[in-house]
């Protein structure tokens, strides 16, 4: 049986619709949050919002249903979810961020670009190599190598546990790689929270959604792409005012590290949220929502 999700009062008040757009020769699913339109007839404030490694829009839900008043764009990796993978392409860190880049002229050109965990590696890079938007949010952002990080061995093991699982013959690897104690093991050791119910959604967010690529060679490479680049190298060339949202309890990134990260781009500001690890978006939407609306000024909606 599903757990309910402490979220889903709020988010079944904001409105959102499903679309699809062809981006570099493949079809790219993505969901619409929020209103058309402010209650004047404005165009409202538009978010792209940019998942993580292994994960699909649907992570990112807690977080905007706590702006409803903010329309935000969630697309679902190549790869991952709903989107199939690019036709002929290798899935590395280059095509994902020419494939932002392409996305956002598409369906929404010059709005902010939001990027969470492998998100905001793909975000820094597509903004640094040219992607036009007036600011960019990073949610734990990755702002060391993955490998030196406070779990730098569990990182090492995931290195042969994703080798293995390419090295394998294609079902048993994929087996491996979709294995439920895995994955289960996985969401226990990045969650945070003593809640019992909110661990329990997590489990199984995670659960749900954390097997859901097309197959074990993209997941192979957007796996590579995610452990073998950080944000620091793109950083100095972002020339927008850039908000990130860190976790003093990550484990991928240390909060030293992100401290130092805030230095390194021409403009930026550092929310830390405390007793939090790497699911900000799961565990503190509230305090990630706060502190976004914080920097893009936004009103906050009067209750629906």
């Not at 820094?124 to 992607?131: D, F, R």
């Not at 993955?146 to 390419?166: D, H, R, S």
């Amino acid at each position: 049986m599903p757990a309910s999700s402490p979220y889903a009062e709020r988010l079944s008040r904001i409105p959102v619709r499903r679309r699809e757009v062809d981006v570099r020769g493949g079809r790219t699913a993505y969901w619409t949050y929020g209103p058309d339109q402010t209650p004047d007839g404005g165009e409202p404030v538009t978010v792209i919002a940019v998942h993580g490694f292994r994960g699909e829009h649907h992570g990112l839900e807690p977080v905007v249903a706590y702006l409803p008043e903010v329309r935000v764009i969630a697309p679902d990796l190549p790869g991952f979810g709903e989107t199939p993978p690019l036709p002929d392409r290798t899935h590395d860190l280059a095509e994902y961020a020419r494939w932002l880049r392409e996305f956002a002229d598409e369906v929404a050109p010059g709005a902010i670009i939001l990027g969470h965990s492998f998100g905001s590696i793909v975000a820094s890079a597509a903004v640094a190599e040219g992607l036009r938007t007036p600011r960019l949010i990073l949610i734990n952002p990755i702002g060391a190598p993955a490998l030196e990080g406070p779990k730098g061995l569990l990182t090492k093991l995931a290195v042969l546990y994703y080798g293995l699982g390419a090295a394998l013959p294609p079902g048993i690897g994929t087996a491996l790689l979709r294995n439920g104690l895995i994955v289960r093991g996985m969401s226990i050791a990045m969650a945070k929270t003593r809640d019992r119910e909110l661990r329990r959604f997590i489990h199984d967010q995670h659960d749900t959604y954390f097997s859901d690529f097309a197959d074990r060679d993209v997941l192979r490479d957007a796996f590579v792409a995610s452990v073998s680049n950080d944000v620091r190298a793109f950083a100095p060339a972002i020339d927008v005012p850039t908000l990130l949202v860190a976790a003093q309890r990550d484990d991928i990134t240390p909060i030293e590290a992100e401290r130092r990260l805030a230095t390194l781009f021409p403009d930026a500001r550092l929310v830390e949220i405390a007793d939090v690890g790497h699911l900000i978006h799961y565990e503190t939407p509230a305090e990630a929502a706060g502190a976004i609306r914080r920097f893009l000024r936004v009103p906050v909606a009067r209750d629906r």
